[in-house]
């Protein structure tokens, strides 16, 4: 019975809790249609990886072998590992067995599993005339928006976006454009750009349309601009704010995808000027590199006034619920973190912040990876520990998607709203 009650609200809302770990199943899929009415987004879109055609599979279980025969060599010669593997190897083996636990409630789950190798079906598949929207339009390479930001054009480009009702009047980030036509014309870049209604709006780009969804907003920009997101006063800043950094690794595959930016750039974001009176969660996505790790923990937070209050874990699975690497593989990991922090507003609340729950250390969201650096929408399983007064104001910073209530900053925020990654129901 307790299944059956779990498995229903994981159909309704996307989280499964299990039970007896510290652990969820999330489907990025239904958490993120929360943020919809009129639109859904695509599963078979954004599940392009871990879900293959049997054709495509048998293409990939070649190539797999041959790889993982590789790395059985490689792992059969006696590694040695520098200290600072080894500081990362001990790393590792103090949360193997909080992660396999992890694991093995998603492989006793088998309700779930049941449903989870079939969560690529359209939602809409029963329906033949089911839209998957702007697909007629779309070639499946999306507009990039980094090399349109780069051309002498870049302050010309616009947006039109079409909204069903009218624009909310109040301000929701101090320099919001607020104009009462139903098509409003802005610019793409260095602009607020948002619908503060409680309805999807399509907007168009060029000749592509994308979907924005209620209550949101992007500003389109690179580094150099971002303190145009600082609220003019603290009182409009936000107290939920993720992070995911273009961090620098050696991988030529993610170098191809998007640019990254060395460490230093980091520290000088306008952490301290983003942030509520009353304080901020900040959660903040690292990759396993020991490195990086220390240089978050002794420069970057101290740097940017948090202090840290947990390590939630993201561990990857495939439609069949397994690990998408072995756990033990030493540079290829099935799992990241995310470090979660709290930075003190000038005028904290004792009264809200008694409200807060606390964090629980090492929790662990399993779900199955989308595109590539694509990372799970972890907000609403923060909002209970946020410090400041209701509603949340949220911010991403380095986003490629928007959700509802959430400002969305980076140079290509509306990479995942492009119509290709959405049905119309
Ligand atoms: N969290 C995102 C997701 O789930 O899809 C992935 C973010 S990805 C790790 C980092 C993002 O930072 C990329 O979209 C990249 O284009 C952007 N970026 C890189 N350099 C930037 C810069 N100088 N200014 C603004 N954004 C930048």
Same mark, same amino acid.
Not at 38 to 58: C, M, W
Not at 260 to 287: C, D, M
Not at 317 to 345: K, N
């Given at each position: ?30 958490? #993120? ?36 025969? /590789? ?47 079939? =969560? ?14 702007? /697909? ?69 780009? #060029? ?38 950094? &273009? ?14 930016? &060395? ?20 959660? #903040? ?6 490195? #990086? ?6 420069? =970057? ?85 946020? &410090? ?38």
């Amino acid at each position: 019975i307790i299944a059956t009650d779990q498995l229903s609200k994981f159909l309704e809302s996307g989280i499964y809790r299990f039970e007896s770990s510290n652990a969820v199943f999330m489907d990025p899929v239904r958490v #993120l249609n929360r943020s919809y009415t009129s639109f859904r987004v695509s599963p078979s879109t954004y599940y392009s990886r871990f879900f293959e055609s049997k054709h495509a599979d048998q293409a990939r279980t070649a190539s797999s072998d041959k790889i993982s025969r /590789k790395r059985k060599r490689k792992q059969r010669r006696p590694q040695i590992l520098n200290e600072r593997e080894q500081v990362a190897d001990q790393r590792h083996q103090l949360v193997r067995s909080l992660l396999m636990e992890a694991h093995e409630s998603l492989l006793g789950a088998d309700d779930l599993l049941a449903v989870v190798r079939n =969560l690529r079906e359209n939602f809409c598949s029963s329906d033949s005339k089911a839209k998957e929207c702007g /697909k007629d339009l779309w070639t499946g390479v999306e507009q990039s928006f980094v090399e349109l930001g780069r051309v002498w054009q870049a302050p010309l480009f616009e947006i039109t976006v079409s909204s069903k009702q009218r624009n909310r009047p109040d301000s929701f980030a101090g320099n919001m454009i607020n104009q009462c036509n139903e098509d409003r014309v802005l610019p793409l870049f260095n602009c607020l750009v948002g619908n503060m209604t409680s309805d999807d709006a399509e907007a168009k780009v #060029l000749d592509r349309r994308y979907i924005i969804p209620r209550e949101s907003s992007f500003y389109m920009s690179d580094l150099g601009q971002i303190h145009n997101v600082i609220p003019a006063d603290s009182d409009c800043g936000y107290s939920l704010i993720i992070i995911d950094p &273009p961090w620098e690794n050696g991988s030529a595959y993610q170098k191809s995808m998007y640019q990254t930016l &060395p460490n230093r750039y980091f520290l000088s974001l306008p952490i301290k000027q983003l942030i509520h009176t009353e304080g901020a969660l900040l959660a #903040l996505w690292v990759t396993n590199r020991e490195k #990086l790790l220390n240089f978050v923990e002794n420069e =970057l937070f101290p740097a940017w006034g948090v202090r840290f209050a947990a390590t939630f874990y993201w561990l990857k699975v495939q439609a069949d619920g397994s690990l998408i690497s072995d756990i033990d593989l030493f540079h290829h990991r099935p799992y990241e973190r995310l470090l979660l922090g709290y930075c003190d507003g000038v005028g904290m609340n004792s009264e809200h912040l008694s409200k807060v729950i606390p964090i629980k250390d090492n929790q662990v969201i399993i779900s199955i990876p989308g595109d590539y650096s694509r990372k799970p929408p972890i907000g609403d399983l923060l909002m209970e520990h946020v &410090p400041a007064l209701k509603p949340t104001r949220c911010i991403e910073l380095f986003a490629r998607e928007m959700m509802a209530g959430w400002v969305s900053w980076g140079n290509e925020p509306l990479y995942f709203q492009e119509s290709g990654y959405f049905q119309q129901i």
